[in-house]
């Protein structure tokens, strides 16, 4: 039960940065024009790839739950969480760059 609330949850976490990304641009492009399309281009593809690696650990930790039985589980590695940290942090770097220039 704990592993689908993880994986409902990494998907409510890649729809916000997809919508936050496309609200990106939608807000910037008045200010930077094309640069906030790449901007919002690179949220995006950060956010698919951050799906791509969540559907991943997910899967892995069903796989290795499943074969394990009783021994303990090594689970899969963070980069889905080192991935999102850099995003937000990217996206606060803009927003800052957004209000002292804009």
Do not use: K, N
């Not at 939608?26 to 930077?32: D, I």
């Not at 950060?46 to 796989?63: C, E, F, M, N, P």
């Not at 303990?72 to 800052?96: E, F, H, I, K, S």
């Amino acid at each position: 039960m704990q592993l689908e609330r993880t994986a409902l949850a990494w998907r409510r976490t890649v729809l916000a940065l997809l919508v936050a990304s496309l609200v990106g641009v939608r807000m910037l492009f008045g200010t930077f024009g094309h640069v906030a399309i790449a901007v919002g281009a690179v949220g995006l593809t950060l956010a698919l790839l951050l799906r791509a690696l969540a559907v991943r650990r997910v899967s892995a930790a069903w796989s290795r739950l499943r074969s394990s039985g009783e021994q303990q589980v090594r689970l899969p590695d963070g980069v889905p969480l080192v991935l999102c940290t850099a995003v937000v942090l990217t996206v606060g770097a803009v927003a800052l760059v957004y209000v002292f220039v804009g």
